[in-house]
């Protein structure tokens, strides 16, 4: 059974640093693109960053220069390096598995992140 973890959430002040960290157990990571996503009270999940099993990276507009995703491979965990944190950046963040083959996809139930004063 596949299961994504994730951590590294918390508190932080405008403009300082966190580092989200998800872990795949259950299938070979390599066969997985992953992601992060982020989602705030009231609002729709939005796409924050991918990254293919190759190491390619796609990033939303509005972490671009800021974000940067990346993925070890031989330990089966992808990253979050998120910089120059903005009250707007406050959010549940969720991480995303998707076969890069058959589509099935797999969520983990997400870290908070709070950006706040």
């Known amino acids: 059974q596949v299961r994504v973890v994730e951590s590294g959430g918390g508190l932080v002040q405008p403009g300082g640093s966190l580092r989200l960290s998800c872990v795949l157990s259950g299938n070979i990571f390599r066969s997985y693109t992953m992601g992060w996503y982020r989602q705030a009270p009231g609002e729709q999940r939005d796409l924050v960053a991918t990254i293919t099993s190759g190491g390619s990276a796609n990033y939303a507009d509005f972490v671009k220069g800021r974000f940067t995703i990346s993925r070890d491979n031989a330990k089966n965990t992808v990253y979050l390096q998120m910089n120059s944190l903005k009250p707007e950046d406050t959010a549940v963040y969720h991480c995303?598995?998707?076969?890069?083959?058959?589509?099935?996809?797999?969520w983990g139930q997400g870290t908070q992140v709070t950006v706040s004063s």
């Open positions: 995303n598995a998707r076969h890069r083959i058959t589509d099935s996809e797999y």
